[in-house]
T-cell receptor, first 115, second 115 residues
Framework: EPEVTQTPSHQVTQMGQEVILRCVPISNHLYFYWYRQILGQKVEFLVSFYNNEISEKSEIFDDQFSVERPDGSNFTLKIRSTKLEDSAMYFC?????????????FGPGTRLLVL | AQSVTQLGSHVSVSEGALVLLRCNYSSSVPPYLFWYVQYPNQGLQLLLKYTSAATLVKGINGFEAEFKKSETSFHLTKPSAHMSDAAEYFCAVTRGNQAGTALIFGKGTTLSVSS
């Protein structure tokens, strides 16, 4: 069964460093998403991406974040200058683009720790 | 604005007992509703979803949920709990009703199952 994959599974970085989180969405899906889950808190939407541009973003997704589809398979989230509060589990998801209510399929997540 | 409230951050049941996890939503548009399950150190897996067809939705692993518009609820049930059901459960509503819209999650309910 097709699945969303994410690398790395864990990343530790120093405050102020740039990090890139990578995702490979399901191959025939056209919508891609990033969510995050700070330890002990709810899963929060960051951004959705369709047709090589941002479709929707939350207030969390400020100028320090960016997303890119650098090739035909990868989808990345870049955090330019990490802060302590960026420590969280980051989930990538993808869905088909048929209509509202499609299932979003989630990857296993990347746990980011900012020291 | 769309929101989800999950009553009870922790629910404990005995093996074989009824499972009831509560979810109430607020939505300014006809909602699409989802239940996801998260096992330790794994991503989010779809249990079931409501997309305006039948109000009683059946999902995987014997779970079902009933959409009640008058009560703005989408509670998750399972007649007989199994040890393998121990996990965290998230209810979610779509922010809009177009393709690719964000999921707004509740805080989650941890289900414990004792023998």
């Amino acid at each position: 069964e097709p699945e969303v994959t994410q690398t790395p599974s864990h990343q530790v970085t120093q405050m102020g460093q740039e990090v890139i989180l990578r995702c490979v969405p399901i191959s025939n899906h056209l919508y891609f998403y990033w969510y995050r889950q700070i330890l002990g808190q709810k899963v929060e939407f960051l951004v959705s991406f369709y047709n090589n541009e941002i479709s929707e973003k939350s207030e969390i997704f400020d100028d320090q974040f960016s997303v890119e589809r650098p090739d035909g398979s990868n989808f990345t989230l870049k955090i330019r200058s990490t802060k302590l509060e960026d420590s969280a589990m980051y989930f990538c998801a993808s869905s088909e683009a048929l209509a509202g209510g499609e299932t979003q399929y989630f990857g296993p997540g990347t746990r980011l720790l900012v020291l | 604005a769309q929101s989800v409230t999950q009553l009870g951050s922790h629910v404990s049941v005995s093996e074989g007992a009824l499972v009831l996890l509560r979810c109430n939503y607020s939505s300014s548009v006809p909602p699409y509703l989802f239940w996801y399950v998260q096992y330790p150190n794994q991503g989010l897996q779809l249990l079931l979803k409501y997309t305006s067809a039948a109000t009683l939705v059946k999902g995987i692993n014997g779970f079902e949920a009933e959409f009640k518009k008058s009560e703005t609820s989408f509670h998750l049930t399972k007649p007989s709990a199994h040890m393998s059901d121990a996990a965290e459960y998230f209810c979610a509503v779509t922010r809009g009703n177009q393709a690719g819209t964000a999921l707004i999650f509740g805080k989650g309910t941890t289900l414990s199952v004792s023998s």
